[in-house]
């Protein structure tokens, strides 16, 4: 059963307007959140993390919000930019180490 | 700087080869780790390295073995290849492996089992 779930596997967005991507994750332990972006051929590169002592992250275009209640995520992109096409992947660890648990990944096209 | 290098980039392998794969960091980071990535699903963790000296069983290690053979190299063995184990490679650096250290990802080896 997966722990960290991206329940949309595309997303398409106009170039300048928000893209919004989701994250649930079903263990209450997890207290590490982080988004890693992935372009074809690369690894992925780390973009923005929370800790689960905060609800709102922002750096530059990016945003990450954090319900605990709902055991939910999101990371918001604006304005969306072409660059910004690429698979989206959420991750979480409980703990003080690096054990995390990647979601499956949201393909994410921004259109000119 | 290169970062965090892998070699081979691609590999074909025949059921019950062995295969090693290799490698490298150049940001002096004591944690080490390899990941599988398989279509549909996120990056499972598969052995990681602390520290110099120590690894440690993640997610999916069975079929894989690993030497950290100094603070810069990590490698991951296949003993006798099967198909299941057809998938995309990475290797990943940090730190001090903390939550909070960033995670430095090579660009991965894929590899075809037959």
């Known amino acids: 059963d997966q722990q960290v779930k991206q329940n949309s596997p595309s997303l398409s967005v106009q170039e300048g307007r928000i893209s919004i991507l989701n994250c649930d994750y079903t263990?209450?332990?997890?207290?590490?959140f982080l988004w890693y972006k992935k372009y074809p051929a690369e690894g992925p590169t780390f973009l923005i993390s929370?800790?689960?002592?905060?609800d709102k992250n922002e750096d530059g275009r990016f945003t990450v919000f954090l319900n605990k209640s709902a055991k939910h995520l999101s990371l918001h992109i604006v304005p969306s930019q072409p660059g910004d096409s690429a698979v989206y992947f959420c991750?979480?660890?409980?703990?003080?180490?690096?054990?995390?648990?990647f979601g499956p990944g949201t393909r994410l096209s921004v259109l000119p | 700087n290169a970062g965090v290098t892998q070699t081979p980039k691609f590999q074909v392998l025949k059921t019950g080869q062995s295969m090693t794969l290799q490698c490298a960091q150049d940001?002096?980071?004591?944690?080490m780790y390899w990941y599988r990535q398989d279509p549909g699903m996120g990056l499972r963790l598969i052995y990681y390295?602390?520290?110099?000296?120590?690894?440690d069983k993640g997610e999916v290690p069975n079929g894989y073995n690993v030497s950290r053979l100094n603070k810069r190299e990590f490698s991951l063995r296949l003993e006798s290849a099967a198909p299941s184990q057809t998938s995309v490679y990475f290797c990943?650096?940090?730190?001090?492996?903390?939550?909070?250290?960033?995670?430095?990802f090579g660009p991965g080896t894929r590899l075809t089992v037959l």
């Open positions: 990943a650096s940090s730190e001090n492996g903390r939550a909070i250290d960033t995670q430095y």
């Open positions: 263990n209450s332990m997890f207290d590490y």
């Open positions: 929370i800790s689960s002592i905060k």
């Open positions: 991750a979480a660890s409980e703990g003080w180490g690096q054990n995390f648990v």
């Open positions: 940001m002096n980071h004591n944690s």
């Open positions: 390295s602390a520290s110099e000296g120590t690894t």
